[in-house]
Structure formats: structure tokens, C-alpha cells
């Protein structure tokens, strides 16, 4: 399989002479594409009753954005690679911010769905050229483990951000100013593109054909997860999604192998470290992504918190994943990065099982927020390892897809983990009250709070079945943590 030539050299490490301001810019932009992942969770009751939505319909403002970001990270990342990775971030950043202000103008839950989608393609240009111009401009070792740390709390701490700016925009504006804050960000980000290396560019093509067949199988699986747990897994639609699915994921890797130019180089996957980390990843963003739309959900229709409260209620959450970050960056020059994922995977999933553990009055203070702690200390442990694992080693010409590959299992984890779990939650409350979340809504118009309060305990029931879910996922990670990461400590050259 031939692989692309380059055109000029595009790892070289002096490409900007303000190396700390370029790292901000960079920050600043993965922390926009991250808690954007996040940060419609807060507004999601509102957006329900404004625009109408079902509970099902709910679950895809959220996936229709991950889908996007995650089935398109490959192209983004080659698009970088191939056309100069500075051109290409600016191009993603026009794109989210214009979708961000056409996703707060929409009417209807239909176009919002589409704004999302189209958020999620500019996402998927920025966050892999963000990804790689720290490969490209911070040498392995010391410097790169600084920038990486910053980078790996932008993208942990992002989504907890989101989830409190979510909480603020919506209590005190609406709901449609969590797409507009993008507007003023996403500007301010464009400017400061000036202080980013240019980047190389490589000789080749787009594997375009690879990309659509890739996006539309995930796509299809999503799609087929959703609608066995609406319409059964023995009805017609749900098994012909999923047929569909494994034909469209089964031709995208046949692409893969025989075509020159794939999206996704194989090469990449020969390194057991590498390949571990893109797994483990894969699991991560399945628990992380379902346990912010679970817990959100919990605390305010359940809990009866407001928007703001419960992005404040986070607040412990994103500052123990910040340390917890920061902790890593440092322990990574010292210890090999199974020495450090592993605890931090087993702290993880403990926090997960203390919330399975939840009830319609548990409380805050004993309950939720030591949970919270729990679970981000060991995910901020977890994220770096992952990071570092993807792309160390990884030459110039790959830095870019590398990169691409690590978001994309995050992104595409977040969504098939989000409605696997969603059905299980929804079967299982709507096992102990038919249609648990309608006559949760019902009960609150006619003031009945015996159905309310029924409602309410089924949901929770839901709510801590998917928690379960959450830790099996991450001791799953676990496994792939431990047998299949080998490196070393990162100490650099």
C-alpha cells in the first residue's frame, strides 16, 4: 500500500515563535468543540418543551452532533494532512461558528437536529488539526507532555464547562444561547489562528468515498440501537438497519485495505499501544458521554433542579478532572501509562457503580458529589495515557489521521454508548411504568404528584441501569488497558 509523499517537511518544531500563545489558541478551540458535546445536555427539558420533542428525539440532539464529529474526524484529519493543517482549522472554525448561529435560530427540532450535524463536520475539521499542530510544533518528551496535559484538560474540563455554561445561558437567557456563545468563541479563535504554524502539506488524495461509507454505516448503527429499543429487536426496521450497518461498516474496510490513499491507514493499527489506546477510548467515551446525559437528566427532572443549579452541581466534577489532568502530565515522564490508566479506570468505574447505586432522594452532598469526584479523578487519570499512547511515534505524514482517530473513537464511544444505554434505561423504566417519561410530563401539567412521583422513581430506575452500563464499559477498558498497553514512560528524546 503506497502511502502519501510529502511535499515539504511537516514536523518541524520552530514553526511559531510564540509557542505558549499558540497552545492557547489551540486550547481554546478543542475546549469549544468539546463542551459543545456537552453543553445542550443542561438545555435539553427546555428545548423539550419549547420545540415539542419526543424522549427518543431527544437522545439524536445530542448523537446527531457526535455522529457528525466522530464519522467525519478521518476526513478531517487527512484534509489537514493533505491542504496545510492551519488552512483546514480555519475552514472548520467558519463552519461550527456559522453552525452555531443557524442552530440558534432554528424553529423546529428537525433543523436543529441538521445544525448539529453540520456543527459536528466543522467540529470534525478543527479538533484532529488541533490535535496534530501540537505534534508538529511540541518535540516528544517534556514539552509535548506540557502541551499535551493542557490539551487533555481542555478535553476533559470541556465537557463539564459545557454542561455549567449550558446551566447559566439557560436559566438566565434561553436555551438557543448555548449555540450563539459559540459565535463570539469561535471569532476570537479564528483571530488568533495567525499565531499557528502553517504545517506541511502531503501529497495525495481524499478518500471521500471511504468517508461516506464509514459516517452512513455508524450512522445506521446508531439509527438500528435506537429503534430496537422504540420498535423491538425482532421488528422489520430495527434488523434492516442493521443489516444495513454491518454492509456499509464491511465495504468501508474494504475500501480501507485496497485503496492507496485510505482514511484510514492500517499502518496505524500494527502498534499494540497504539491500537489499545484507540479501543480503550472507543469504551471511555461510551461511559463519559451517556453518564453527562443521564445525570443531567436526573437532577432536574428528578431532582427538580434548575438549569444553572445543575450545571453548578458540576462544578466538582470539572475541577477534581482538571487536577486529576494535571496530576498525569507530570507522572507520565516517570511511569509507563498502564501504570496510571489503570488506577485511574478502577476509580472510574467505582464512581459509575456509586450511581447505579442513586435514588429519587438521594442526596447531593453524600451521594452525588462524591460519585462525581470519584469518577473524574479517574478519567482525568485515564485521558492522558490515551493521548500520548495515539500518537507517540506517529511520523509527520500521520499526524493528522493519528490524531483524527483518537477523537473519532471518543466521539463515535459517546454515541453508540448513548443509545445503547438510552434503550436500556428507557426499557427498563418504562418496565416498571409504561411510557415513564410521558407520564412523568403529564403528571406535572395536571398537578398530579402520586404519577409524578411514580414517574420519577421509574426514570431513576432507568437512569441507574445505564450507570451500571457505564461501568461495565469502563472495566472493559480496563481489560484493554492492561493487556495491551506495553510502552514505557514518555521521557522523551
Not at 520552530?14 to 492557547?24: D, R
Not at 498502564?338 to 456509586?354: D, N, Q, S
Amino acid at each position: 500500500m503506497a502511502a502519501p509523499t510529502q511535499a515539504r517537511p511537516s514536523t518541524a518544531r520552530t514553526g511559531t515563535s510564540h509557542p505558549g500563545l499558540a497552545l492557547a489558541v489551540i486550547a481554546a478551540a478543542q475546549l469549544m468543540v468539546v463542551l459543545d458535546g456537552t453543553i445542550m445536555n443542561i438545555a435539553l427539558p427546555s428545548i423539550q418543551r419549547d420545540l415539542h420533542v419526543s424522549a427518543s428525539g431527544l437522545s439524536w440532539i445530542i448523537n446527531s452532533y457526535l455522529l457528525a464529529f466522530g464519522g467525519l474526524l478521518l476526513l478531517g484529519g487527512r484534509t489537514g494532512d493533505l491542504y496545510g493543517r492551519r488552512r483546514v482549522f480555519r475552514a472548520g472554525l467558519i463552519v461550527f461558528t456559522l453552525a452555531s448561529l443557524l442552530g440558534g435560530l432554528v424553529p423546529n427540532a428537525g433543523l436543529l437536529i441538521a445544525a448539529r450535524v453540520l456543527q459536528g463536520f466543522g467540529a470534525a475539521v478543527v479538533a484532529p488539526s488541533a490535535l496534530s499542530l501540537i505534534t508538529t510544533t511540541f518535540a516528544e518528551g517534556p514539552p509535548r507532555n506540557r502541551a499535551m496535559g493542557v490539551y487533555a484538560a481542555m478535553s476533559g474540563v470541556g465537557s463539564t464547562v459545557g454542561l455549567l455554561l449550558g446551566g447559566v445561558l439557560t436559566d438566565y437567557l434561553n436555551w438557543r444561547w448555548v449555540l450563539f456563545v459559540n459565535v463570539p468563541i469561535g471569532l476570537a479563535v479564528l483571530v488568533g489562528t495567525r499565531l499557528l504554524p502553517s504545517g506541511g502539506k502531503l501529497r495525495g488524495a481524499l478518500d471521500v468515498r471511504g468517508a461516506v461509507l464509514g459516517t452512513a454505516g455508524l450512522v445506521a448503527l446508531v439509527y438500528a440501537i435506537t429503534q430496537g429499543g422504540d420498535r423491538g429487536w425482532d421488528d422489520n426496521v430495527t434488523i434492516g438497519m442493521f443489516v444495513v450497518a454491518l454492509v456499509l461498516l464491511a465495504a468501508f474496510l474494504r475500501t480501507q485495505v485496497h485503496n492507496q490513499h485510505p482514511i484510514l491507514p492500517l499502518r496505524l493499527l500494527r502498534s499494540r499501544n497504539r491500537a489499545g489506546s484507540y479501543a480503550t477510548m472507543l469504551f471511555i467515551g461510551a461511559a463519559m458521554f451517556a453518564t453527562f446525559y443521564f445525570l443531567s437528566l436526573y437532577m432536574q427532572m428528578v431532582h427538580g433542579y434548575s438549569p444553572i443549579r445543575a450545571g453548578l452541581a458540576y462544578l466538582p466534577f470539572s475541577f477534581a478532572m482538571g487536577v486529576a489532568a494535571g496530576v498525569g502530565s507530570r507522572l507520565v515522564g516517570r511511569f509507563p501509562p498502564r501504570a496510571i490508566a489503570t488506577p485511574g479506570l478502577i476509580l472510574a468505574a467505582a464512581g459509575m457503580v456509586w450511581f447505579s447505586t442513586l435514588a429519587p432522594a438521594s442526596s447531593y452532598t453524600t451521594h452525588l458529589m462524591p460519585a462525581m469526584v470519584v469518577t473524574a479523578v479517574g478519567l482525568g487519570l485515564s485521558f492522558l495515557p490515551m493521548t500520548l499512547g495515539a500518537v507517540s511515534g506517529v511520523e509527520g505524514r500521520d499526524a493528522g489521521v493519528a490524531s483524527a482517530i483518537l477523537n473519532t473513537m471518543q466521539q463515535i464511544g459517546g454515541a453508540v454508548g448513548l443509545a445503547v444505554l438510552a434503550t436500556v434505561s428507557t426499557g427498563v423504566a418504562d418496565g416498571v411504568l409504561p411510557n415513564a417519561d410521558a407520564a412523568f410530563f403529564q403528571g406535572l401539567a395536571a398537578g398530579d404528584q402520586s404519577l409524578v412521583h411514580r414517574a420519577a422513581d421509574a426514570l431513576t430506575q432507568g437512569y441507574t441501569a445505564a450507570f451500571a452500563g457505564a461501568a461495565a464499559f469502563l472495566l472493559v477498558a480496563l481489560v484493554i488497558t492492561v493487556t495491551a498497553l506495553n510502552a514505557r514512560a514518555q521521557r522523551g528524546h
